[in-house]
């Protein structure tokens, strides 16, 4: 059961204050009632700050997300081959710049893991062929490519993401131009990267 440590620290507090007597006896009581209600609020005090350190790391984590998913789809928008639709993406990031709540740089990095310059979607007009639509269905392409190439390609990519710097990012803007023209090598990616980590599946042939 847990201890309510404010009320506490106010009712040792409160029995300090009424044994505040010229009596020895009293003032004896007193001085372990307010020592004992310090204590007490000293504790509540400690709940309340850890309460509030949990309730910002959670505000933090939710904002982070929040900003993450709107800049993803104001990068995607601003792409787009629907005029509308971009210019709905501008006025929400001129909102938000309004609102000091400004995410051009959450939004350059999807352009730019996305395979596009960021300086050059942004001034516009900026138009695609609705094939290049990142909302547009794909035609799959990845079934063509030799298995050997997506082996050395996966291994690559893989070893390149596992980096720090430069590698990792120019790893990532060669996956997702090679999944918007239609050959998505995520799955591959993603099994050697468990390879390189965790080693190779035992349950699969050697071969």
Known sequence: MSIDHRAE????????????????????????????????????????????????????????????????????????????????????????????ANIDDLVDEHLRDSGYDPKAIWKGPYSVAPADDPWSAKADATAEIPEHVRRVLADLLACALLTDGDGQNIARSITFALKNEGADLTGDIEKRITELTLGRDPSEPPF
């Open 9 to 100: 620290a106010e009712k040792h507090l409160g029995n300090a204050a009424r044994h505040l007597t010229e009596d020895v006896r009293d003032m004896r009581i007193a001085e372990v009632s307010a020592w004992i209600g310090q204590g007490h609020a000293a504790l509540a005090a400690n709940t309340v700050n850890d309460d509030l350190r949990v309730t910002n790391n959670e505000l933090r984590t939710r904002l982070h997300s929040t900003r993450r998913w709107v800049a993803g789809h104001i990068s995607h928008a601003l792409v787009c081959s629907d005029p509308i639709r971009r210019l709905k993406a501008l006025d929400l990031a001129k909102g938000l710049d309004s609102a000091d």
